[in-house]
């Protein structure tokens, strides 16, 4: 999911290169079409869209599109392996409208090259950004809850994202077991398990985002884990925002037109 704006303070770059933590590979991904809805924390509806998963000969492609009510669009393609490990090859955020601070368009390789295009909804002003940032092999944008998934009951995961703010930085993305809860599916119930996303800035970052009241809080993911481990819901700030929570959604059949009695 679209985690790489975790941040509202943006950080100091690392002196060294940060230690790397691969997820190991328990289920592989395959061929995924699902519908999604994105609400606030308030409940009330503000995009809907849908989660492609497209398996390659190599690589698996997640697409994640959300169209918004007031016509802003936020899309997020991540292209990974999962030779025994999950290994991101490419990542490409973009987003658009008022929902908004600014437009951006970010594109990362797993050889640390990027490029980052934003432009103000004030004055229309562009700024660009290019490079290269040394990563760590766990880089994990676009694959937190690909990662969640094959956690089991207890893991802990310390892995790491560039945090587009708008320039990248990279930051720590600690993904830990918080219990199970029970859901209902109609009549059925079932188990779903919650793993905490939490942000780690470093020492010296993290007091000054606590000092300066812009510590990004925890986000949370609800995976069902009976047999195959499903997706059912993602609650934090998918960019520099609010917190907002993502689901399924179920189509919905248009009603039938009523015909008077003869």
Do not use: C
Not at 26 to 36: D, I, K, S
Not at 199 to 216: I, N, S
Not at 234 to 256: D, K
Request: no cysteine; proline share 8%.
């Amino acid at each position: 999911m679209a985690l790489a704006g975790l941040l509202a303070l943006d950080p100091a770059p690392r002196s060294e290169p940060p230690r790397s933590t691969l997820v190991g590979v328990r289920y592989r991904e395959g061929a995924v079409h699902g519908f999604l809805e994105l609400r606030t924390a308030q409940d009330s509806l503000i995009a809907q869209g849908d989660l492609l998963q497209i398996p390659k000969d190599s690589t698996v492609e997640i697409r994640l599109v959300l169209r918004f009510l007031d016509q802003s669009l936020l899309e997020e393609t991540t292209t990974f392996t999962q030779h025994q490990t999950f290994r991101l090859k490419t990542y490409h955020l973009v987003e658009q409208g008022p929902a908004f601070a600014a437009d951006l368009d970010a594109t990362l390789a797993a050889t640390g090259h990027f490029q980052v295009e934003t432009r103000s909804h004030k004055d229309a002003e562009v700024k660009r950004y290019q490079g290269t940032l040394e990563l760590p092999a766990d880089v994990a944008n676009g694959l937190p809850v690909t990662l969640a998934k094959n956690l089991r009951a207890g893991d802990t995961a310390t892995v790491h994202l560039v945090a587009f703010t708008p320039k990248p930085r990279l930051i720590g993305l600690r993904i830990a077991y918080a219990g199970a809860e029970k859901v209902a599916v109609g009549s059925h119930r079932e188990t779903v398990a919650r793993f905490t996303l939490s942000p780690r800035l470093g020492a010296v970052t993290g007091f000054l985002a606590k000092l300066l009241g812009k510590l990004p809080p925890d986000s949370h993911v609800w995976i069902v884990t009976d047999v195959v481990p499903a997706f059912v819901r993602f609650e934090g700030p998918m960019f520099t925002g609010p917190v907002w929570r993502l689901s399924l959604a179920t189509p919905r059949w248009p009603r039938p037109p009523v015909t008077a009695a003869p």
